[in-house]
Nanobody, 121 residues
Framework: QVQLVESGGGLVQTGGSLRLSCAAS????????IGWFRQAPGKEREFVAA????????LYADSVKGRFTISRDNVKNTVYLQMNSLSPEDTAVYYC??????????????WGQGTQVTVSS
Protein backbone atom coordinates (compact mmCIF):
# COMPACT_ATOMS: atom_id res chain seq x y z
CA GLN A 1 0.00 0.00 0.00
CA VAL A 2 1.12 3.57 -0.62
CA GLN A 3 -0.13 6.94 0.59
CA LEU A 4 0.21 9.96 -1.67
CA VAL A 5 0.29 13.67 -0.79
CA GLU A 6 0.34 16.38 -3.45
CA SER A 7 1.73 19.86 -2.92
CA GLY A 8 2.88 22.85 -4.92
CA GLY A 9 -0.41 24.10 -6.27
CA GLY A 10 -1.42 27.74 -6.16
CA LEU A 11 -2.40 30.80 -8.13
CA VAL A 12 -0.27 31.81 -11.10
CA GLN A 13 -0.67 34.16 -14.04
CA THR A 14 -0.97 33.03 -17.63
CA GLY A 15 2.43 32.04 -18.94
CA GLY A 16 3.74 31.23 -15.49
CA SER A 17 5.09 28.02 -14.03
CA LEU A 18 4.46 25.74 -11.11
CA ARG A 19 6.04 22.54 -9.91
CA LEU A 20 3.79 20.00 -8.26
CA SER A 21 5.15 17.31 -5.98
CA CYS A 22 3.65 13.96 -5.09
CA ALA A 23 5.24 12.56 -1.96
CA ALA A 24 4.66 8.92 -1.18
CA SER A 25 4.98 6.89 1.96
CA UNK A 26 5.76 3.21 1.92
CA UNK A 27 8.80 1.17 1.13
CA UNK A 28 7.43 -0.08 -2.19
CA UNK A 29 7.12 3.30 -3.91
CA UNK A 30 9.64 2.36 -6.57
CA UNK A 31 7.37 -0.51 -7.60
CA UNK A 32 4.54 1.78 -8.62
CA UNK A 33 3.84 3.63 -11.81
CA ILE A 34 2.63 7.16 -11.05
CA GLY A 35 0.12 9.22 -12.96
CA TRP A 36 -1.03 12.81 -12.75
CA PHE A 37 -4.65 13.63 -13.46
CA ARG A 38 -6.66 16.81 -13.21
CA GLN A 39 -10.28 17.71 -12.79
CA ALA A 40 -11.82 21.08 -13.53
CA PRO A 41 -15.24 22.07 -12.16
CA GLY A 42 -18.02 20.35 -14.05
CA LYS A 43 -15.62 18.21 -16.05
CA GLU A 44 -14.44 14.65 -15.85
CA ARG A 45 -11.07 13.74 -14.45
CA GLU A 46 -8.54 13.74 -17.27
CA PHE A 47 -5.10 12.27 -17.75
CA VAL A 48 -2.13 14.64 -17.68
CA ALA A 49 1.06 12.57 -17.49
CA ALA A 50 2.43 9.28 -16.21
CA UNK A 51 5.82 7.80 -15.46
CA UNK A 52 6.83 4.19 -15.09
CA UNK A 53 8.25 2.84 -11.86
CA UNK A 54 11.81 3.09 -13.13
CA UNK A 55 11.27 6.39 -14.88
CA UNK A 56 11.99 5.02 -18.34
CA UNK A 57 8.52 5.20 -19.85
CA UNK A 58 6.73 8.55 -19.85
CA LEU A 59 3.32 9.43 -21.25
CA TYR A 60 1.75 12.86 -21.76
CA ALA A 61 -1.64 14.11 -22.77
CA ASP A 62 -1.50 16.00 -26.06
CA SER A 63 -2.74 19.12 -24.31
CA VAL A 64 0.36 19.35 -22.11
CA LYS A 65 3.11 17.98 -24.37
CA GLY A 66 6.00 20.38 -24.61
CA ARG A 67 4.81 22.35 -21.59
CA PHE A 68 4.72 19.84 -18.72
CA THR A 69 7.49 17.50 -17.58
CA ILE A 70 7.03 14.56 -15.24
CA SER A 71 9.94 13.11 -13.30
CA ARG A 72 10.55 11.01 -10.22
CA ASP A 73 13.13 10.53 -7.52
CA ASN A 74 12.78 7.05 -6.04
CA VAL A 75 15.24 7.87 -3.27
CA LYS A 76 13.02 10.72 -2.09
CA ASN A 77 9.81 8.80 -2.87
CA THR A 78 8.59 11.78 -4.86
CA VAL A 79 7.20 12.42 -8.32
CA TYR A 80 7.25 15.90 -9.81
CA LEU A 81 5.18 17.66 -12.43
CA GLN A 82 6.88 20.75 -13.80
CA MET A 83 4.27 22.90 -15.51
CA ASN A 84 5.35 25.75 -17.79
CA SER A 85 3.48 28.15 -20.07
CA LEU A 86 0.34 27.74 -18.03
CA SER A 87 -2.99 28.93 -19.36
CA PRO A 88 -6.43 29.32 -17.76
CA GLU A 89 -7.40 26.00 -19.38
CA ASP A 90 -4.95 24.31 -17.00
CA THR A 91 -6.97 25.41 -13.99
CA ALA A 92 -8.04 22.30 -12.09
CA VAL A 93 -7.43 20.16 -9.06
CA TYR A 94 -4.41 18.03 -9.80
CA TYR A 95 -4.16 14.51 -8.41
CA CYS A 96 -1.36 11.99 -8.39
CA UNK A 97 -2.12 8.29 -8.38
CA UNK A 98 -0.21 5.04 -8.06
CA UNK A 99 -0.74 1.78 -9.86
CA UNK A 100 1.00 -1.40 -10.91
CA UNK A 101 -0.07 -0.79 -14.50
CA UNK A 102 1.03 2.23 -16.53
CA UNK A 103 -2.11 3.63 -18.09
CA UNK A 104 -3.71 6.88 -19.18
CA UNK A 105 -7.10 5.90 -17.80
CA UNK A 106 -7.98 6.83 -14.21
CA UNK A 107 -8.00 3.20 -13.10
CA UNK A 108 -5.33 3.71 -10.49
CA UNK A 109 -5.44 1.99 -7.13
CA UNK A 110 -4.20 4.80 -4.89
CA TRP A 111 -4.91 8.52 -5.04
CA GLY A 112 -3.79 11.64 -3.27
CA GLN A 113 -6.14 14.33 -1.99
CA GLY A 114 -5.36 16.76 -4.79
CA THR A 115 -3.86 20.22 -5.03
CA GLN A 116 -5.56 23.24 -6.62
CA VAL A 117 -3.94 24.99 -9.56
CA THR A 118 -5.50 28.25 -10.68
CA VAL A 119 -4.22 30.17 -13.67
CA SER A 120 -5.44 33.73 -14.02
CA SER A 121 -5.79 35.49 -17.35
Amino acid sequence: QVQLVESGGGLVQTGGSLRLSCAASGRTFSSYHIGWFRQAPGKEREFVAAISNGGVRILYADSVKGRFTISRDNVKNTVYLQMNSLSPEDTAVYYCAANFRLTTTPNYDYWGQGTQVTVSS
